[in-house]
């Protein structure tokens, strides 16, 4: 390193931001892990730390024209050169400071949600890994640190998803995110090395530099960024590999807040971001990453449309946002990406951490039981939810609605109206399933039932002073978080001036503003919440979607389009049946068939040679008689 | 007569340290089993800490052989004792080391003729750790059958599931196998005119003409790779690994297969660098097939063991791509997956071996749920599993990264077989951890002890070591290239 990092304030922070929770892992699964509140406060402290230094980092390098990097050795093979180290740039920074912020408020509401709970040292430890793995993943400078860390992402997202592994399902789900997210990897991967072997390097820098255009072919160029994008599809669940999102929703839902829906899932959209130049240089990759980011956003939100549970709607609408992002990036406007990644973090995981206090308190993910156990009256998480699903449906002037706007002036900026329209679209659609829970969830028609839901309830009954504790404790971080959602939109421009020098030689234009787009968004967003209340808030509503009155539909929505019975169907008949069993087949049958039957045929020879030498006279004169022809055959012939 | 001995001989102290272990062993009386093991575990420590010391005193700045032992044996036929430590095999040398030692404290818990038992691993062990810091082709050929009958013996009485069956077909194909490499040995031999089996003098540039090189090197590459697991000759090696005791497939997944990763590089390739040049697409064909094949041969199992037998196919497949491709990363990643390889699926066994005890069954289908019952032996085993699947941060990642670009680079059709094989060996691992330790508490079990601290021991170890060279993977990449960069260099 080329300054002694006791010296260097920043890269102090820097490392002390992301050892700290490092640290705070390895002491919990080391020492500590038979004691629940000492590995909860080593887990909250190394987590407070790194949003010190991360809000530090940030304020202190508010005005940064250059990037700063700091690299050290880590590995060294032949001509692979693998640094570890730390980037520096306004993109970098401000995905630290999300993922910390957020990540210290979980790991408080977590310490009333997970109370009690005989994994709790476990969960603080796991989820000490994940904040080092991400924090590392947001600062790496290299491709080769940030594939190593998406990886360890991806791990402590498979140990929090099966948190609760005595669930069949939830270890089910463990698996599936995992290997799904490991096929976009292994693309990633192969474009990685296809960038390495041209190149000679992976810095980020070096890759986001317009001269690598005249330094790599530009077919390879356009076939790494699309593997690499591979990578962003599986990690950020979109088309193909979207499935495995809604069923991570086994794990714990502070985990869903954190993992699934605000940072982890949204890495593959930072990658985006930190690759934007790169990606910019091949119009077929951007084009792609296009059509892929609005396939799944329409197909999210039809499945959102008609899911029951609470966590499974609140996932597909993170798929849907995750597909805007991707939209407003490969629109080639780079700020609206970032700016929506930035939003929809707050509002998300405000949305997860109520839907958590409700589930915790009712026992049940589903929208319909919760609204007929009286969830509207708990005030504080159903008023945040409100806010946040306004904030989700882009509804002025919540946080939402400005990312959203910006998304969509860049999308009009294309020459193809479809991509507009597809997002207008989208905007209509988003508003109705975010509302569709909330009013089934407000207006519930028994309303008079909730006495006799509390006493159904198996948790209700010690309604006690220690419940009242974690619900209070609960409370902090949502208040803090639906202030962030409210507010956050008004912080655009301190951003967008923030976040100036970051690609500015690319020269991306500034943003059209289109004056009717806001007026249209609005329109379609409260008319989305419209049809939502028509459906199910009004007195006397029927309480049924439009999409449940065709069968066929609702069939299609509700089964996800049928593609986890194509992957299942994939996996049983091809992978299972087809090659492991050939393969199996092959080794007992033909290799060790052919192995054993030479070993027969050698004991069976052996008999036939034995045979010879029984001792017995007539055998031998018998011998000697077949040898005596046959050499006479043999000479006189 | 000739004497070379650059200072004290340590490379002969493990083999003599191991030799004394042996002797005090066959001198206890069969009762005093604890005595046994003590002597087992103190001797079998004695030379894990030299091979320690070795590879910490190893000077990576010069390079080269070190610590040569040279002692003149038959000089008519110029055959020599000749020991010597170099990049390639300082790697495998503290390997064997840490799979020896943890080996004797898993069998800790062992009540069954312990004496015999003790007696002929050690005696399984001077034969690898002989074979391993040997520069003479003789010795490799007499180390390699101490180290074969000893499995045999202690297969076929200690054993478990179809044992004789097992034992006799491990000692044939390696038999095979040797059957093969005597020849190419004195074929060569024969043929360079120097009347000597010195690999050093052996393997000068033109020593054998191409033509001599592409036949001795594919009798040599069968014969080794037969013993390193090769697709398709492989099959001998899950029934092994199953049959075994605990400890003897530890060393025998950890170290044994590595013998013939080993005989491949320090025979083959160092004698045949023509010959390599000729048949390494071959070489990357069968092993860029056996990766792909172990891993989804091994989703159909049913065993505990033989999951990570076929794991193995496809991590030796690994190294054996690595050394196929003729670059100094794909070397490096060679011998860093042997050394990871063998630490892993060491860990793997070690793991086994305390479920086993306990719940006295490896099929996948009876377990489940032990991950509430014992959490700890439990988590050991998840953390080889991760391994396996080249998750970042274990040492098992940096020797398949190291493959995979390089065969990437070299033959990029084989390389992407490899690298796609990795999403299914995901799903093969994650698999065998879902059934076996996930899943709602299983009443069977429900009364069994977790780990203790002392029997934990050789597990924790194990994942010490995983982890250090995970994060810190220098230290011994920096080793291995003293070796590699030297012998690609050296290439005509």
Not at chain 1, 140 to 153: A, D, G, K
Not at chain 1, 281 to 290: C, N
Not at chain 1, 424 to 441: D, H, K, N, S
Request: hydrophobic fraction near 55%; glycine fraction near 8%; aromatic fraction near 14%.
């Amino acid at each position: 390193m080329a300054v002694l990092w006791s010296k260097d304030v920043t890269l102090l922070a820097a490392v002390a931001a992301t050892l700290a929770p490092f640290a705070s892992f390895v002491l919990i699964m080391v020492f500590t892990r038979s004691h629940p509140r000492l590995s909860a406060g080593l887990s909250l402290s190394a987590a407070g730390i790194s949003l010190i230094c991360a809000l530090a980092l940030l304020a202190g390098h508010w005005d940064m024209p250059e990037p700063i990097q700091y690299s050290g050795n880590w590995l060294a093979s032949g001509d692979i050169h693998i640094p570890f180290g730390y980037l520096l740039d306004p993109v970098s920074l401000l995905m630290l400071a999300v993922v910390a912020v957020i990540g210290f408020l979980i790991l408080v509401y977590s310490l009333g949600y997970m109370a009690g709970d005989p994994g709790f040292a476990r969960y603080y430890a796991l989820m000490s890994l994940f904040l080092w793995a991400m924090m590392c993943l947001a600062l790496s400078p290299t491709m080769f640190q940030l594939y190593v860390f998406w990886e360890l992402v991806g791990l402590s997202s498979y140990f929090l998803i099966g948190f609760w592994y005595e669930k069949f399902s939830a270890s089910q789900a463990g698996k599936k995110a995992f290997i799904m997210t490991r096929a976009g990897d292994v693309a990633m991967f192969v474009g990685v090395i296809l960038v390495l072997l041209n190149l000679g390097n992976l810095n980020i820098l070096d890759m986001d530099n317009p001269s690598i255009a005249g330094r790599i072919p530009q077919n390879l160029l356009t076939l790494s960024a699309l593997l690499i994008f591979g990578g962003i599809i599986g990690k950020s669940a979109q088309f193909p590999l979207l499935t495995w999102l809604p069923d991570a929703m086994q794990g714990p839902t502070p985990v869903s807040a954190l993992l699934h829906s605000s940072t982890m899932v949204a890495a593959g959209v930072y990658l985006f971001e930190r690759l934007f130049p790169f990606f910019s240089l091949s119009p077929h990759a951007m084009a792609a990453g296009l059509a892929i980011g609005t396939i799944s956003m329409l197909l999210a939100s039809t499945m959102a449309m008609v899911s029951r549970d609470i966590k499974e709607i609140w996932a597909y609408s993170t798929i849907s946002q995750l597909g805007f992002m991707l939209m407003g990036l490969d629109a080639g406007s780079f700020f609206s990406g970032a700016f929506h990644l930035t939003t929809h973090a707050a509002f998300k995981a405000l949305l997860f951490l109520c839907a958590g206090v409700f589930i915790h308190k009712f026992a049940t993910n589903d929208i319909f039981e919760l609204g007929e156990k009286g969830s509207r009256n708990l005030r504080v998480p159903m008023v945040c939810t409100v806010i946040a699903a306004g904030a989700l449906a882009g509804l002025p002037p919540l946080s939402g609605f400005f990312s959203k706007e910006l998304i969509l002036a860049g999308l009009a900026g294309l020459a193809n109206p479809l991509w507009l329209a597809a997002a207008l679209l989208g905007v209509f659609l988003t508003a109705y399933y975010a509302f569709r829970p909330i009013f089934i969830v407000l207006f519930p028609h028994h309303s008079t039932s909730s006495q006799k839901a509390s006493s159904a309830s198996p948790d209700s009954g010690h309604e006690d002073a220690h419940d009242q504790a974690a619900y209070r404790l609960m409370a902090i971080p949502l208040l803090i978080l639906a202030g962030m959602t409210l507010l956050l939109g008004f912080f655009q421009y301190p951003l967008q001036d923030f976040l100036k020098y970051q690609y500015a030689y690319l020269g991306i234009p500034a943003d059209r503003h289109y004056g009717w787009l806001p007026y249209v968004a609005s329109f379609l967003a409260f008319g989305g919440v419209g049809v939502a209340w028509v459906e199910f808030g009004r007195p006397g509503a029927a309480r049924v979607g439009f999409v449940e009155r065709i069968p066929i539909l609702f069939r299609l929505f509700s089964e996800r389009w049928y593609l986890d019975h194509l992957y299942r169907y994939l996996l049983e008949r091809v992978v299972d049946k087809g090659l492991s069993h050939i393969f199996a087949q092959n080794d007992n049958k033909v290799i060790d068939g052919s192995i054993d039957g030479l070993g027969h045929g050698t004991v069976e020879s052996g008999r036939i040679i034995a045979f010879l030498h029984t001792g017995m006279i007539q055998y031998r004169l018998l011998a000697i008689f077949v040898v005596m022809v046959l050499l006479s055959l043999y000479f006189f012939f | 007569m000739q004497m070379e001995f650059a200072g004290f001989p340590y490379l002969s102290a493990i083999l003599l340290s191991c030799l004394a272990g042996l002797l005090l062993i066959l001198f206890i009386p069969r009762e005093k089993q604890l005595q046994i093991k003590w002597v087992s575990a103190i001797f079998s420590g004695i030379t894990l800490l030299l091979a320690i010391y070795l590879f910490f005193a190893y000077d990576k700045s010069r390079g080269g052989l070190q610590f040569v032992e040279k002692l003149e044996w038959i000089p008519y036929l110029g055959i020599q004792y000749f020991n010597a430590a170099d990049g390639f095999n300082l790697p495998n040398l503290l390997l064997t080391g840490i799979v020896f030692f943890t080996g004797v404290l898993t069998m800790w818990e062992m009540r069954e003729r312990v004496k015999e038992f003790f007696a002929l691993y050690f005696l399984l062990v001077i034969g690898v750790y002989g074979l391993f810091m040997t520069m003479d082709l003789f010795f490799i050929f007499v180390w390699y059958d101490v180290s074969l009958i000893p499995m045999y013996l202690l297969i076929a009485l200690w054993g478990t599931t179809r044992k004789e069956y097992a034992a006799m077909k491990l000692t044939l194909y390696l038999l095979a196998g040797s059957a093969l490499i005597l020849p190419a040995v004195l074929y060569l031999v024969v043929n360079s005119g120097l009347n000597t089996f010195d690999i050093v003098a052996l393997m000068r540039p033109g020593t054998f003409t191409p033509s001599q090189q592409k036949f001795a090197f594919i009798l040599l590459y069968l014969g080794f790779g037969i013993l390193a697991g090769v697709w398709p000759f492989h099959t001998w090696s899950p029934v092994g690994h199953v049959a075994a005791p605990h400890a003897v497939s530890m060393v025998h997944a950890g170290v044994l297969m590595k013998i013939g990763a080993f005989g491949v590089l320090r025979v083959a390739i160092f004698l045949c660098p023509q010959g390599w040049q000729h048949w390494a697409e071959l070489m990357a064909l069968l092993a860029a097939v056996g990766i792909i094949y172990g891993v989804l041969a091994g989703l159909r199992q049913t065993d505990l063991k033989y999951v990570i037998g076929y794991s193995s196919v496809s991590h030796m497949g690994i190294v054996g791509l690595g050394l196929s491709t003729l670059t100094v990363d794909g070397l490096n990643g060679a011998v860093l997956q042997m050394f990871a390889h063998g630490v892993m699926t060491a860990l793997f066994f070690s793991s086994v071996g305390y479920i086993y005890d306990r719940t006295h069954t490896k099929a996948i289908a009876e377990l489940g749920g032990l991950s509430r019952i014992m959490p700890v032996a439990s988590s050991y085993f998840i953390v080889a599993a991760l391994a396996s699947m080249g998750v970042p941060g274990l040492a098992n990642f940096w020797a398949e990264l190291l493959v995979l670009i390089s065969a990437f680079r070299v033959y990029p059709v084989r390389g992407l077989l490899a690298i796609i094989a990795l999403v299914f060996s995901a799903l093969f691992m994650l698999r065998v951890v879902q059934q076996t330790f996930y899943g709602p508490n299983n009443e069977k079990y429900a009364t069994l002890q977790d780990v203790t601290f002392g029997l934990g021991m050789p597990r924790m170890i194990l994942v010490a070591i995983l982890v250090l060279f995970g994060l810190y993977p220098s230290l011994m990449l920096d080793m291995i290239e003293t070796a590699s960069i030297p012998f690609i260099n050296g290439l005509p």
